[in-house]
């Protein structure tokens, strides 16, 4: 037998051959209606234009090969059900079912934004006591849950910064940023009409507090920053960082993703922070990725709760709750209703469920975890930020660059040993970083898999370079083009016929 009919008779679980794909064929149904026992109508008639002809080319299939299709489709994703995630700064922490259980609850699943207020009293309950307990965590004086992402939490946040310098008579022209920050954070600035001003990290992977001094002038409206950094780094000074800001009026807003490593053990109210995002889809185990909804709700100091989004919610006489309207100040509506609702019911019962010391233990393990991989991988891949890490650490890919592997064929080649890439050459102030954020859900023998892995590559990095750098080879696709794939994805199937027409 040639290679060729091998090929051949194993189309069907050979992933790169595009025959397996379509499965059509004429005459075949995957439903079976009933015989007709009514007149019989011309459904051109009725439907007049609306009637379509156009539905030659679609699949036709049985219900047994949809099924198989579909499933099949599944099993070539990698998912958090099957292995781990070390994406640092994304937080892939374990989503309880029983989240998933309480957020179909038909009363808060069906539950209808323009459902009356006075029918309304369980959802809004939630909201409340999922404010409070937010409120409580970050140290901040009150909330919005409106914003429906990190980036979008962050633009609502500047905005509050932005309205309130605005009613003292000026808005001010800079943002700072550290050289580590998130990349939504200028685009936040800029969409807010700053112009972003870089902020210089020293040797220690901090901010450099005399270049934040001579920078800082009435211009600056504020300091965005992420604590602890992009590096995992706490920032130690956090309390000098603060008062150098407020010293010129400017104001200190956090980028709260990396809350997981504070929670319960420290509070951005108590450190400085005037304003602050959190990540329900990280921190707070709702699931994320892929595009699904998140939630980025946005806490503040007292001083700028007149400007947060309207409605804002308010606890009545009689102890029902409503919403208040009647926001003169604020800044407007920031997403349609009252935001994503199904993560708050998430991010409450994963609070509830842990309460103050299952949500403090969670911190300590997620950092107990990061601190582990630091430790067992640190004679493997260099370190270039010797500070104390939280919840995740940042490698480089200096040693294996030496013989040509990049962070970028670590992460390829990471794949075939069963993980999800960690996240790829960021933060920007570390060339070639592997950065690796294991979280608290990962048991020990979990992580000594990825340590293992780690190791491995390492080896045949040394040893076989060429081989690390045409990996994976255990996927249904190898290396892709990564820019074609963002910019000209095909999310969907065509036929082929109306496929050849618009190409
Ligand atoms: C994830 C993340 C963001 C953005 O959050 P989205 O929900 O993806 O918009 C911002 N900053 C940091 C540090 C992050 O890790």
New binding site residues.
Partial sequence: MSDKDIKKATRHVNQNEGLIFERSSPGKKAYRLAPLDVPEVDYKKVLGAAAREDLGNMPEVSEMEIIRHFTRLSTWNYAIDLGMYPLG???MKYNPRVNEVVARLYGLAEAHPYQPEKISQGALRIMKTLSEALIEITGMDAITLQPA??????MTGILLMRAFLQSKGNPRKKILIPDS??G??PATAAICGYAVENLKSNAHGMVDISALAAQMNEDVAGLML?NPN?LGIFEQEIHKIADILHEKGGLLYM?G??MNALVGKTRPGDFGVDVMHL?L??TFSTP?GGGGP?C?PVACKKFLEPFLPQPVMVEKADGTLGFDYNRPQSVGRVRMFYGNFGMHVRALAYILANGPDGLRQTTEDAVLNANYIRKKLEGDYELPYKSASMHEVVFSDRIQAQKGVKTGDIAKRLIDYGFHPYTVSFPLVVHGALMIEPTESESLEELNLLVDAMKSIAREAEEDPEMVKNAPYMTRVSRLDETAAARKPVLRWRPAQAQSASE
Avoid: L, W
């Fill in positions: 700064s994304c937080t992402a990190g980036a979008h939490g962050e920050a998130h939504t954070n992420t992009t980028d993703a990396n990540n889809h990280k994320h998140g980025g």
